[in-house]
């Protein structure tokens, strides 16, 4: 008995439950978190290399492209980590039914976005 497989599957046409979104984004900003590694490395290391190199990397981070660059970094590390801590209750059986996870697939897509605008808030309060 063999079912018939689809042989075109129109990924655009595809309604992902918000569980399938959550999951997606959570491996997305780990790879975009896994890429900016040697970057990060590069300017703290020049950072570190004297006076000058720390004047030179303070005014790439001064750079309004490079704070929106770090904006977007800075959500994929908060939603990197409510999902992931979504995938470790959900691994121990915690909030499987299907109206709990759908809450909480909500819940963390809302919850990165609050957590960056409360990150800038505070980073602002306390004077850069």
Do not use: C, N
Request: charged share 10%; no cysteine; glycine share 8%.
């Amino acid at each position: 008995m063999t079912t018939p497989r689809p042989v075109f599957l129109d990924l655009l046409r595809i309604k992902l439950p918000l569980s399938g979104i959550v999951s997606i984004l959570h491996r997305v900003s780990g790879v975009l978190m896994v890429l900016t590694i040697p970057i990060v490395a590069i300017l703290f290391h020049q950072a570190l290399s004297g006076p000058e190199g720390f004047a030179a990397t303070a005014a790439v981070l001064d750079a309004w492209p490079t704070k929106l660059v770090l904006l977007g970094l800075l959500w994929a590390l908060f939603h990197h980590l409510v999902a992931g801590i979504r995938h470790l209750f959900l691994d121990y059986g915690v909030g499987l039914d299907r109206p709990i996870a759908r809450e909480t697939a909500r819940l963390t897509l809302y919850a990165a976005p609050v957590l960056l605008v409360l990150s800038i808030i505070l980073s602002f309060l306390l004077g850069d």
